[in-house]
């Protein structure tokens, strides 16, 4: 799938490809990797259901050690596996996302992104919802273990992505809805839920980190930021005339300094994000809109293709 703007149909064919996605593990990671992650998502959680005697085949990490003791006779603690944990996406279709040079728009990819992201966990057996917002409007879908609502949120993406058009283009710069969409995740999100957000973060602020701090208190993140080539390296030396649909503009990029001095900004800016968000321990994953989505996710996350690591 390529394009301007996200199809639904395409979006819904995507569920083939989000079944070799694997995006949990019932063991958490013992490290997260950067380039090639094996498995950063934590599985379901685990609700403590009794204590019984130890028997043969027990992990002697459950032993329970204060009733070991009293009764003079080993004792383990026994766990139910916590069903339909809910997962939500924070989906960013802000006009930010509205450009992209080779494949897709970013705008498209964070909404494949998403499509594949809600596929995976609706077939993992978990409740999904989310968050979608631009500039003004936001919706929510609050997590359901049904693809009804797997596809209000897709009908839902749709919408505001096919609402990205340049005379729908803010005049004044907006500020703070990545923010606002935070704070009403912490609304929102129960403890213990998946939070996947899609975003290419040119709105993140100071008090956009603050939310982020407090959802990751009782909420398990990880980071998706969408980028197109563009926006890290200028094109081949000449001059190029540019457009935003509005206003034209001439850009010269035949000196070398500059070239460089634009690369040099624009990893500055990714390495500044990448060091907020290591400070509350959120992984950041960059995904391309030149390249195919689903062949990067099944990169990072295929069962095919590498193992699972578990913790020793």
């Known amino acids: 799938m390529s394009g301007i703007y996200a199809e639904l149909t395409e979006l819904i064919q995507l569920r083939l490809k989000a079944r070799n996605l694997q995006l949990f593990q019932s063991i958490s990671a013992k490290s997260q990797l950067s380039g090639g992650i094996l498995s950063p998502f934590k599985g379901r959680g685990m609700n403590f259901e009794e204590v019984r005697a130890y028997q ?121 809805y990545l923010a606002n969409s935070l704070r009403h995740a912490r609304r929102v999100a129960h403890p213990g839920t998946q939070l996947f957000i899609i975003s290419d973060f040119r709105d993140m602020d100071s008090e956009a980190l603050r939310q982020l701090a407090k959802l990751k208190r009782h909420c398990e993140i990880m980071a998706f930021q969408i980028t197109d080539p563009l926006e890290q390296e200028l094109p081949e030396p000449s001059c190029y005339v540019i457009t935003n649909g509005i206003h034209r503009y001439t850009l010269d990029t035949r000196q070398r300094a500059h070239r460089q001095a634009f690369r040099e900004q624009q990893f500055a800016q990714y390495q500044l994000l990448e060091k907020q968000l290591i400070q509350y321990r959120i992984p950041l994953i960059r995904l391309s809109s030149e390249e195919d989505t689903a062949e990067q996710l099944l990169l990072l996350f295929s069962s095919k293709s590498r193992p699972l690591l578990k913790r020793d």
């Open 56 to 176: 043969a085949g027990d992990d002697i990490r459950t032993i329970d050690w204060r009733v070991t003791a009293r009764r003079s006779k080993p004792h383990t603690k026994i766990f139910r596996e916590e069903r339909e944990r809910p997962v939500m996406i924070i989906l960013d279709q802000s006009h930010s996302l509205f450009f992209g040079s080779k494949l897709n728009f970013k705008s498209v990819t964070a909404c494949e992104t998403a499509a594949l992201l809600a596929w995976g966990t609706l077939l993992h057996g978990d409740r999904i919802g989310g968050i979608i917002f631009n500039e003004i409007d936001h919706y929510n879908i609050r997590p359901k273990s049904a693809k009804t609502a797997l596809m209000h949120f897709l009908k839902k993406a749709e919408k505001l992505n096919k609402q990205l058009q340049i005379k729908s283009m803010p005049t004044q710069q907006n500020q703070g």
